[in-house]
């Protein structure tokens, strides 16, 4: 069975998002599996980044469930106890176990563990690019500082999370080739080494579920493959599942094994890429063209028309 189905992290169940006359997405229902990586595609305006922004805390969805298992799996019944309970969090025989409509972000980002990049890049410019990183400890150093007070005075607890924080950072840094930019401004890097920090810096946070708003937007084709790798890397090395939004479609086909397909914020096709890929309804809402033969040309050229 597919793991989204039989090792649910995150169950997204009737998710609706109204802003005022305009609904944005439309009773929404799919599951990312522990261990996957989901993409979720769709046409400008489907709705994707909306349901991001419902899943990282950025917006409270009008309807509907977001259920997370920070360990374990987000099995029905528990989440179902979870919700008439009231509560946002329960640690069961079969999860750890968050509802993410219940939380604000920064809960969500802390607790539940899930982190997010931007479609635009978010850096801090004018810092540098291990400093970028660094910040992404910032929890974490502020816990063991008793919120800054045994920073001050050199507590032993701060010292030892500084240094974590700091060899956590130049990991990262050796995982995404800029151990040699460490102290460049982050603003100085190109372009594709700024998506690769980004990305690195949300890891730094340690998140079981990292969403990516359009990652391989702007790069070339050395840079999409280079991308390729290194998403592989978070989920078969560091075991993190991966929610992301993409339009590039030689990203998409290549890495997913599951993908979800918006329309006017209605799903109209989940699955494996292969089967989503030939859904007669994504040909024509997506992909914009009439025939197989064409999809194929398309994906073989590494866009979307």
Known sequence: MNRWLSQPLLAVEHLSMRFGGLLAVDDLSFAVGRGDITALIGPNGAGKTTVFNCVTGFYKPTRGRLALAR?????????????????????????????????????????????????????????????????????????????????????????SAERDAIERARSWLDRVDLTERADDPAGALPYGAQRRLEIARA?????VLLCLDEPAAGLNPRES??????????????????????????????????????????????????????????IAAYLGVADEEEVERVIAGGGAA
């Open 71 to 159: 360990a374990g799996v987000a099995a029905p019944a528990d989440v179902e106890a979870l919700t008439r309970s009231g509560k946002r969090h329960a640690i069961t025989a079969s999860g750890d176990l968050y509802l993410l409509e219940r939380m604000v972000d920064h809960e969500i980002a802390r607790e539940a563990r899930v982190a997010r990049t931007f479609q635009n890049i978010r850096l801090f410019q004018g810092m540098t690019v291990l400093e970028n990183l660094v910040v992404a400890r910032h929890n974490a150093l502020m816990r063991a500082s008793l919120m800054t007070i045994g920073g001050l005075v050199g507590l032993p607890s701060y010292a």
């Open 225 to 282: 493959a280079e991308l390729n790798d290194l998403l592989l890397s978070i989920r078969e090395t560091d075991g993190v599942s991966l929610l992301l939004i993409e339009h590039d479609m030689s990203v998409v086909m290549k890495i997913s094994d599951h993908v979800v397909v918006l329309d006017y914020g209605r799903k109209i096709a989940d699955g494996e890429p292969k089967a989503v890929r030939e859904n007669p309804a994504v």
């Open 203 to 207: 890891m730094c946070a340690e998140p």
